[in-house]
């Protein structure tokens, strides 16, 4: 087959594809249960253009990359995490120029689980690689590990012998993953309280971090708590709380496709604004989305999808519900489609299980809509020129807080020595983890 003629056919197919994808995208919005839901998504919000203000105080913008090592027993992370200050001048100061701090913090998570006394056991063990650092100094890492290791042995005791080794793994894996994630909103609160009166910007969706999980609640894992441990010193556990519900935003750059169609929908029809829109509750569009819950969707579907239906508001961050996600679409460019997500301490929209009724919380509405119509305007009033134009200083701190491959590789390469060091020579197990099978290639 000539070059002319495999072009052809590649995009024939092509085509054939995409005119399926569209065919199957289309049957998908005729269904009554998604039709309804977006009528409902429609009521809840109402869109506003985004406009021009100066901004009034700092906004901390908080990311962090990892390169994982893992085997059935073990986890190793390795963290890079920082913070980019913009101030209400519109420099942005990076964590090294607020202070002496090491600037990425670049920090080693180990985890293992085994056995001890046969009982099961786990232990973790948090290692700073340099002491000047914001989050962890050596006396405070070794503090935490402590902790962390205490408070997830104490509760497999109380569970007893019951759980068997698969579950175990389960519980190891979702107890490490969640301990990479904590760190790095740990780190935005830490550089929060020495910068002031601040905005706290994460990169990703908050429910990254506190979506519960079935594996974490066996474990006793409140975010609170385990927050608690991680910042222990710098703030209490009812502190931490109120920040979390005062200044804590995250910004998802990369949504869902079915989040995004929704978002379209509901910007469309509003016209043009230089500055883009964005979306915010009041107790009227809150109260008419649960009217069409309530007056649409009770009488056709179970109990169990009208409490499936208000997860796309607002979902529960912790098993005891004293702290709530919802998610603001916005639309800087009339394209893209970002978007924002605020905690509260109450629900905005909640289920009566006795009435089987959808219902709005006013106090949590009115609290939450006002403070997002606040922090839209001071998040976005510095833009990056990049594409989807987000706010000065998010994309700017992802750049620094890269674990390069180089670096990686590096690591790792020093890890695989380090281990024919202390064993005395090559080929043990351990090296399997890093460079010899980094340089395998078989078949060559």
Known sequence: MGFEEASRRLRERIMRLVRAMREDYQR????????????????FYRVSPIKPVSQSKNIVFVDAGFHSLKTNVMYLFIVYVGSAVRTPYGELRYT???????FPEVIFIYGRWGEKNGKPWFTTRIMPLSESNLLFT????????????????KRLESIGG?????????????????????VEIAYGLST???????????????????????????????ILDALSILLEGMYRKEVIHEELTRKVYGLVKRPRFTAVA???????????????????????????????????????????????????????????????????????????VLFLEAYSGKPIVDYDPVERNVFAVSESVREVGERVKNTVGEVM????????????????????????????????????????????????????????????????
């Open 28 to 43: 998908a919005h005729e269904s009554d249960l998604v039709i309804l839901r977006e009528k409902a998504f429609k009521e």
């Open 96 to 102: 090294s120029q607020l202070g002496e701090y090491e």
């Open 138 to 153: 050596d006396e405070r890492a070794q503090q935490v590990s402590t902790k962390l290791t205490e408070h997830v042995n």
């Open 162 to 182: 019951g759980v068997d080794t698969v579950r175990l793994y389960k519980l190891f894996s979702a107890a490490m993953e969640y301990l990479e994630g904590l």
């Open 192 to 222: 929060a309280k020495i910068t002031g009166d601040s905005l706290l910007v994460v990169d990703g969706g908050l429910a990254r971090w506190f979506t519960i999980k079935s594996n974490i609640r066996l474990l006793g894992f409140d």
């Open 262 to 336: 929704r978002a379209h929908s509901l910007f469309s029809g509003h016209g043009s604004s230089q500055s883009g829109f964005f979306t915010y509750v009041c107790e009227e569009s809150v109260n008419k989305a649960v009217d069409v819950i309530n007056s649409d969707m009770k009488s056709k579907y179970s109990e169990s999808i009208l409490k499936e239906t208000i997860l796309l508001f607002n979902r529960p961050a912790t098993p005891s519900k004293n702290l709530w996600i919802t998610r603001f679409p916005i639309t800087t460019d009339g394209n893209t």
């Open 381 to 444: 009033a510095i833009r990056s020129r990049t594409t989807g134009l987000p706010p000065y200083g998010f994309m700017e701190i992802d750049e620094k807080v890269r674990v390069e491959s180089w670096i990686a590789n590096m690591i790792e390469d020093m890890i695989a020595d380090a281990i024919r060091e202390e064993v005395g020579g090559a080929g043990h197990p351990l090296e399997q983890l890093f460079g010899v099978t980094r340089r395998m290639r078989l078949g060559y």
